[in-house]
């Protein structure tokens, strides 16, 4: 037995107008997917590419008299700590924000509005309007090349301070300090401010850190970033280029590079151009991994299995 469908003049006009609505929404598409913004691999090897690093050290290691090593001429110091004892006569320009919306003020001098913040936002294109009548041109800081900021321990402190005086930051129930919702905020704002100073694609860019020892139960040591925040220290590895511990070997001063070290200490090279060690002269190192000449990257890495 067979049953006779019929399909009336309404349904049949449904079905001609979804066919002409996705014919029209495919002529549509086939425009935007033609004008990707693909950049191809000669244009990528015409851009001017900056470094984001970190370099970690204990306290009176060196590194702030690592800016020694690099053009003065070239370099701006962002000074949070004021502890530039160890550079005295040095002849670059300096920086000294002393308060979290100061350093905010530069990420977005430095970078540029973030495309995901909305126009109104902090990173938000009136916010770069903003400073860019406060500060002047964008080209005004064209001649500095490396930006070496001095440390990303206080920035996190200068950060915390200012979380805390939030008024969202006090509990609804007893008007006290919420220091789980102060931390989340902490993280939050830190992270966003590396973020958004790794888009500064033209400049080169060092955090200096405080390396921080840790003993666990079984009397094992840790080390890591010194920062307020868990959080933040888990996520710089993964939002840097270099993550270069300074440290001491055999009574000289040496930079730790690679993830996989005898040392155990943080470390992370992704441009795969540096030993596990190298001289600690900041010049240098950056020198090797922008002109050394690079083998094809399935050369650098091994497949090999250990041997066990």
Not at 82 to 100: C, E, H, K, N, T
């Amino acid at each position: 037995m067979s049953t006779k469908v019929t399909v009336s003049d309404k349904e049949k006009a449904v079905v001609i107008d979804d066919k002409q609505e996705l014919e029209g929404s495919s002529r549509d598409i086939l425009p935007k997917v033609a004008g990707l913004p693909i950049i191809t691999s000669s244009e990528r090897a015409l851009e001017k590419r900056g470094i984001k690093g970190c370099i970690l050290g204990k306290a009176g290691i060196g590194k702030t008299s690592l800016l020694w090593t690099l053009e003065a001429e070239t370099t701006l110091l962002v000074d949070l700590e004021a502890g530039d004892l160890a550079i005295q006569g040095w002849q670059g320009d300096v920086l000294r924000p002393r308060s979290w919306p100061e350093c905010r003020d530069l990420a977005v001098y430095l970078s540029g509005p973030s495309p995901s913040a909305g126009s109104s936002s902090v990173y938000g294109s009136m916010h770069y309007e903003a400073i860019l009548k406060k500060f002047g041109p964008k080209d005004t800081i064209d001649k500095y090349n490396t930006i070496f900021i001095d440390s990303i321990t206080v920035a996190g402190r200068l950060c915390l301070q200012w979380c805390k005086n939030q008024p969202q930051a006090l509990s609804n129930r007893n008007g006290k300090e919420d220091m789980r919702f102060i931390y989340q905020m902490l993280a939050l704002e830190m992270i966003n401010w590396l973020m958004l100073l790794q888009q500064a694609r033209d400049k080169h860019i060092w955090f200096i850190g405080v390396l921080e020892e840790k003993i666990d139960e079984f009397n094992n040591k840790n080390y890591g970033l010194q920062i307020d925040g868990n959080k933040v220290a888990n996520e710089l590895p993964a939002i840097v280029d270099q993550l270069i511990t300074m440290t001491d070997i055999k009574n000289s001063r040496a930079f730790v590079n690679q993830t996989i070290n005898p040392y155990s200490l943080p470390a992370k090279d992704r441009s795969g151009q540096l030993e596990i060690l190298e001289e600690a002269h900041l010049g240098k190192l950056m020198d090797k991994i922008i002109r050394a000449e690079k083998m094809p990257r399935n050369e650098q890495l091994t497949y090999k299995l250990p041997i066990t």
